[in-house]
């Protein structure tokens, strides 16, 4: 896939057309299903201490 590179401003036209090559960057941000396992189990692992906080707190209010 091509890209403009430069632009003539007056006739709204490309002068010089490059290869498009993604960033490197993206690719690093890229997760794989272990690392989504592993951090969909630390959140519900907090979701579930909050959970519990919440329900013992109700239980001693209600005392």
């Known amino acids: 896939m091509y890209v ?7 006739s ?7 290869v ?3 960033s490197s960057l993206v690719d690093q941000l890229a997760i794989t ?9 630390s959140i519900s692992g907090v979701l579930a201490l909050i959970l519990a906080f919440v ?6 209010k209600s005392l």
């Open 4 to 10: 403009c590179n430069a632009l003539d401003e007056l």
């Open 12 to 18: 709204q036209s490309c002068i010089e057309w490059v």
């Open 20 to 22: 498009y090559q993604p």
């Open 33 to 41: 299903k272990a690392d989504m396992v592993l951090i969909g189990g």
């Open 55 to 60: 329900m013992v707190a109700k239980a001693l």
